[in-house]
């Protein structure tokens, strides 16, 4: 009997069923918590920004040595809307102008009037969602800064301003530093940048966002101070002309994958963020050269040859319910033309799908949720419902699945979110008329996302913040 059970065990230990990471994952529902996702929207019209707390340490525990608290936009700037469902509209017309940006620096011949949302000045209404404190030159001038992954240049408004938008902290003023210094037009930096001029032998640059947003100034090396670290002789943009970006922040801190990027810069061989909750004031960590955490989710970073800003993943496939749809992976992939893909952006907020991707996900999302009252479409979001008679409902699992198996599947919290503070709850995704994908933020929050550069690997970890 004994050796019979054993052998029972063998077959069952052996069996695909016994290791979640390598089926598309046993369960078909998982639980949304109505009652509290409502309970968030009243909140964050109501948050006590303290901006001399968050200016202190974190208290996030981190294994690196070079760590940023991170904070959402909500923390730091009380929302100017009376109410959350102006804040949704606000945040997705927001988020709309920075898929036009991202889309028409991979083309910039695409026909951005035929995109589904209103097209706006992302830097005009205030684009930036995620921030970082940092000081600027020595002695350190602190400044709150932008995280983009998907932007190389870093920058900060600058002191003589021919245009610049209002910030919270005092304009950085150059003379002010002991470590200020101009770049000549011989310099490496210089030439590595997309547009740059020259004047007196000093190096001017110039960053266009795509959504009628700009930054025009000096590229100079700089000292960055990250906590109790400094690092000298970071090459980043002195704005004295801007268009916005965003209220409150004085710039923005590039995490993209090019050479010019503060990781590249920091010789990082890895860097990983957690992005909170976007309606609370809670704060996570921003880390450089910290190892991926014992639960990733692994898949491949792939680079596009035409555009190396971009971090790219290799993603197989998405399943509703524990059943992968048919997609074919083809739809994920870059073309030889630099086309396509699916891109891992900070800056976004909602996944964007192409349409027949997306319509195979709608639709099975709804197959799924019959038995759920239905509610008008919302902006970005056709897939909408009356939740207000309910603390909680089950809905079908949504995961993506990458290589060997491994699988994130994605709380529900992160892709039925609440659009209005009575019970209107949407399908987070959208489609896309271009050959590009972006996994958003609101799909990554919750989950510490790691860039292993040195590996060509993608971590995300989730509950890991």
């Known amino acids: 009997m004994g050796s019979l059970l054993f052998f029972v065990f063998l077959i069952f230990w052996a069996s695909p069923l016994a290791h979640s990471r390598n089926t598309p994952h046993s369960s078909k529902t998982t639980l949304l918590n109505v009652a509290a996702s409502i309970k968030k929207t009243h909140q964050v019209l109501n948050l006590n920004q303290q901006q001399q707390q968050l200016q202190k340490s974190s208290n996030s525990k981190s294994s690196s040595s070079l760590s940023l608290q991170l904070h959402s936009r909500a923390s730091l700037q009380k929302p100017s809307q009376s109410d959350y469902r102006s804040l949704t509209l606000a945040r997705l017309e927001r988020d709309s102008a920075r898929v036009r940006s991202i889309l028409t620096q991979l083309d910039p011949t695409i026909n951005v009037e035929n995109l589904a949302a209103p097209i706006i000045s992302g830097t005009s209404q205030g684009s930036g969602e995620y921030f970082s404190r940092v000081g600027i030159g020595e002695p350190p001038s602190p400044a709150y800064m932008v995280l983009d992954t998907g932007s190389d240049i870093s920058w900060v408004q600058c002191a003589p301003c021919a245009d610049c938008y209002q910030q919270a902290d005092p304009i950085f003023e150059p003379s002010s530093s002991a470590s200020y210094a101009p770049l000549s037009c011989e310099a490496a930096q210089c030439k590595w940048l997309d547009q740059s001029e020259c004047r007196n032998d000093n190096c001017l640059y110039e960053v266009s966002y795509g959504d009628g947003s700009y930054t025009v100034g000096d590229f100079v090396t700089e000292t960055i101070t990250i906590g109790s670290a400094s690092v000298r002789n970071i090459a980043i943009g002195c704005g004295h002309s801007n268009e916005g970006l965003f209220i409150g922040a004085a710039g923005l801190l590039g995490l993209g994958g090019g050479s010019l990027s503060f990781p590249a810069q920091l010789n990082?061989?890895?860097?990983?963020?957690?992005?909170?909750?976007?309606?609370?004031?809670?704060?996570?960590?921003?880390?450089?050269d910290s190892p991926f955490p014992n639960n990733s989710v692994t898949a491949p970073l792939r680079r596009n040859p035409e555009l190396d800003t971009f971090y790219y993943v290799g993603l197989a496939g998405i399943s509703v319910g524990g059943e992968l749809l048919p997609i074919p992976e083809s739809s994920f992939e870059v073309d030889p033309t630099g086309s396509g893909g699916i891109i891992?952006?900070?800056?976004?907020?909602?996944?964007?799908?192409?349409?027949?991707?997306?319509?195979?996900?709608?639709?099975a999302f709804v197959r799924g949720t019959r038995d759920l009252p239905?509610?008008?479409?919302?902006?970005?979001?056709d897939t909408c419902y009356d939740l207000s008679s309910k603390t909680s409902?089950?809905?079908?699992?949504?995961?993506?699945?990458?290589g060997e198996g491994k699988v994130l599947v994605l709380p529900a919290k992160n892709y039925l979110i609440p659009v209005d503070s009575v019970g209107t709850f949407c399908f987070a995704f959208a489609?896309?008329?271009?050959?590009?994908?972006?996994?958003?933020?609101?799909?990554?929050?919750?989950?510490?996302?790691?860039?292993?550069?040195?590996?060509s690997l993608v971590g995300f970890s989730p509950n890991s913040c």
């Open 374 to 381: 239905a509610a008008n479409g919302v902006s970005l979001f």
């Open 268 to 288: 990082s061989t890895s860097f990983s963020y957690c992005l909170v909750d976007r309606d609370s004031d809670s704060a996570s960590t921003l880390e450089f």
């Open 344 to 363: 891992v952006d900070s800056g976004t907020a909602v996944t964007r799908l192409q349409s027949d991707v997306y319509n195979l996900l709608r639709d």
């Open 431 to 455: 489609p896309t008329i271009s050959a590009l994908s972006i996994i958003g933020n609101v799909q990554q929050e919750g989950t510490r996302v790691g860039f292993d550069l040195a590996n």
């Open 393 to 402: 409902v089950e809905v079908p699992t949504v995961a993506f699945h990458f």
